[in-house]
């Protein structure tokens, strides 16, 4: 079991930059990949990035956040973040973290592939 807590969420300008952090509990974090997703009001979760359990942390993207956004993970302090950078209007969401099953290397980009969930934090973007 691992509990997930997200923070960073907030409003910004057009343009700006958040970083969302995910602290997890647990003495096994390293062994969990990880995933970001969003859900904007009426429409259904969709993912936004990921990270490989693995040290060398193998990353993977939704095409509308390529290039702007980056995951990383800390594994000494057991939390996984997003960067995100040039935001738009569209980005707009609540952002969730989950974690995968421990050593587990599934679907990255489908939300029924996770274990786990944090709360999820708000991120509003103005144009």
């Known amino acids: 079991q691992v509990q997930l807590v997200e923070s960073g969420g907030g409003l910004v300008q057009a343009g700006g930059s958040l970083r969302l952090s995910c602290a997890a509990s647990?003495?096994?974090?390293?062994?969990?990949?990880m995933g970001w997703f969003c859900q904007a009001p009426g429409k259904e979760r969709e993912f936004v990035a990921a990270?490989?359990?693995?040290?060398?942390?193998?990353?993977y993207y939704a095409d509308s956040v390529k290039g702007r956004f980056t995951i990383s993970r800390d594994n000494a302090k057991n939390t996984v973040y997003l960067q995100m950078n040039s935001l738009k209007a569209e980005d707009t969401a609540v952002y969730y973290c989950a974690a995968l099953k421990p050593y587990y290397s599934g679907n990255y980009y489908s939300s029924g592939e996770y274990a786990y969930w944090g709360q999820g934090t708000q991120v509003t973007v103005s144009s």
């Open positions: 990270i490989s359990w693995r040290s060398s942390g193998s990353t």
């Open positions: 647990g003495r096994t974090f390293s062994t969990y990949g």
